[in-house]
């Protein structure tokens, strides 16, 4: 088998064979012979039920590990990019590939959702080295179930992965992504996307504010990416004679454009260092993600880091679509909305203006309004498109020394 038959053998253009050029000699030098264990239907009866999906999807899997089997190009694909994911040194960036219907038909997702269970055995021999309990690389597994139910409303209902998806695994096989109960944990130094946060060194409250240059529209929001700087209005954070200066941030994520605050550094510390471990939270899909499920996995989080890694964790993050304030006015009474008002809310990051259609309507170009009208959410998406308003996502952090406060939003009932 060689890189023109396998590209032959999916209908790939010649930009794909181009791009895979760079990894082809490399991975087929270390590929093993005779089938993949991960594509073997024994592999699949001990990972899958893992993952709580539907066992009718068994049969699908089935049907594809048939396919490689009797399909030297299908058993190569397969290889490729289980290698450049997850076993190569560094993460292979592999190009937008055209889902593979040419060889596994409607079964074509099925095929790419093998690979995503393809890391689970690397993941239990990292936390095994890591002195973690393999329960814990089980439950990761949970996350695929969801990824089932974003490709299946992106593809006329059929089962399956989307292989865009699939790099997230790679940080499972690293050791630095972790499921803790409800929630995911990205291990990693407080992110960029976050604001400056200082608390009073005598009674513990709280100053939060933009930082340098984050750019804002005249009503407080993030403008979307390819805004003009001469329409935005930008911020600055600045440090001189013993004070810090900037734009404040309220716990409601409102910016006080019009205002600037100025606090004293003897008095005020921030709250965690450019180089601390800050990690972040992920929500994986599958609903049930009420704030005592969210209050349980913070805190049991907590306890983890401190366990496994010896790390005082300051800090947990998040940034995502589930956080846009315009839920507040849209779902009110949603969970979404709960785990956002039990935070410290604060302005996303600027986007495209298509955040949350991916992960509810299975594709980033989907059209939310040729979608069923009997759905919650899915009207929540459109009355905001309707009324001119752009998708985007917000972002709130919770300190862990006030994670036995959650439930009774905290930071909003401190807001001056």
Known sequence: MNLDSLCAAFDYPESVKHALYEIWNEAVAQMPQGILPFMAVDFCRKYYPLTNGAPEHLERMKECSRIAAENPAAMHLAWLLHYGTFLRNKLFHFPDLPLPEKVFGNNAGMFQFMLSLSCLPLIEKKLNQMNIPVSFAHDIAKWAKGTIRIYETGHHCLPGFNFCQLYWMRYYTEGKLFRIGRLEYLLHNAPAWMPAVYKNRYDGSLKVFCPDRWRFLPDGSR??????????????????????????????????????????????????????????????????????????????????????????IRMFVCCSWILNPDWERELPDSNMVKFLQEGYAFP??????????????????ADPFAFPKENRLYEAFRRILKSGGILRNGGVFFLTDRLNEFGTQYYRRNLD
Request: charged letters at 25%; a negative charge; one cysteine or more.
């Open 223 to 312: 403008p979307l990416a390819e805004t003009p700087d001469e329409e935005t209005r930008i911020t600055s954070l600045k440090i001189a004679d013993g004070r810090l200066t900037g734009t404040p941030i309220l716990p409601n994520g409102k910016v006080l454009l019009d205002r600037t605050e100025s606090i004293r550094l003897d008095e005020w510390e921030p709250v965690c260092s450019p180089w601390e471990p800050v990690p972040s939270i992920h929500i994986p899909g599958g609903g049930g993600m009420t704030p005592e499920m969210v209050k349980q996995s913070m805190l049991e989080a907590k306890q983890f880091f401190r366990k496994y890694f010896n790390m005082d």
């Open 348 to 365: 996303g990051t600027e986007t495209q203006g298509k955040e949350g259609l991916f992960f509810v309507f299975g594709s980033d170009d």
